[in-house]
């Protein structure tokens, strides 16, 4: 392990940080007995980051990471559900309530479906 107070270079034989791009348990503890208030910008990757989400991604080598188009779909999944639960709670305590929750869900299937056959007939048609 070697620390350049100057620099704030970290530099550990486990390599966890040029594998991985995160700080070993090493490095942190070299930072705090330095008494390092704050982890240098250099080993905060912006993947890491809070702003990461928007705009381009870049691993260690600087190549563009792809985002995962599952994450967006999975994050509208769990936001359904989290909806359809609320209802389920709401309505389930009375049977008018239970059959109200019942129509809009089929009513709300047949809209995506329509809208789907709609989407389909119209790329179908260009």
Same mark, same amino acid.
């Given at each position: 392990?070697?620390?350049?107070?100057?620099?704030?270079? $970290?530099?550990?034989?486990? #390599?966890?940080?040029?594998?991985?791009?995160?700080?070993?348990?090493? %490095?942190?503890? @070299? $930072?705090?007995?330095?008494?390092?208030?704050?982890? +240098?910008?250099?080993?905060?990757? #912006? #993947?890491?980051?809070?702003?990461?989400?928007?705009? /381009? /991604?870049?691993? @260690?080598?600087?190549? %563009?990471?792809?985002?995962? +188009?599952?994450?967006?779909?999975?994050?509208?999944?769990?936001? /359904? @559900?989290? &909806?359809? $639960?609320?209802? %389920?709670?709401?309505?389930? +305590?009375?049977?008018?309530?239970?059959? $109200? @929750?019942?129509?809009?869900?089929?009513?709300? #299937?047949?809209?995506?479906?329509?809208?789907?056959?709609? %989407?389909?007939?119209?790329?179908?048609? &260009?």
């Amino acid at each position: 392990m070697s620390f350049d107070r100057a620099s704030t270079s $970290i530099a550990c034989s486990c #390599r966890k940080f040029e594998t991985f791009s995160i700080l070993c348990s090493h %490095a942190l503890k @070299v $930072i705090e007995a330095n008494d390092v208030k704050v982890i +240098p910008e250099k080993y905060i990757l #912006r #993947r890491w980051a809070r702003e990461a989400r928007s705009g /381009v /991604v870049q691993d @260690v080598r600087g190549k %563009a990471v792809e985002a995962d +188009p599952k994450l967006s779909r999975t994050r509208r999944y769990r936001q /359904v @559900v989290s &909806n359809f $639960i609320k209802g %389920a709670v709401e309505a389930s +305590p009375c049977e008018e309530d239970l059959k $109200i @929750v019942e129509d809009c869900v089929d009513d709300m #299937r047949k809209k995506i479906m329509e809208r789907r056959s709609q %989407a389909n007939k119209d790329i179908h048609d &260009n």
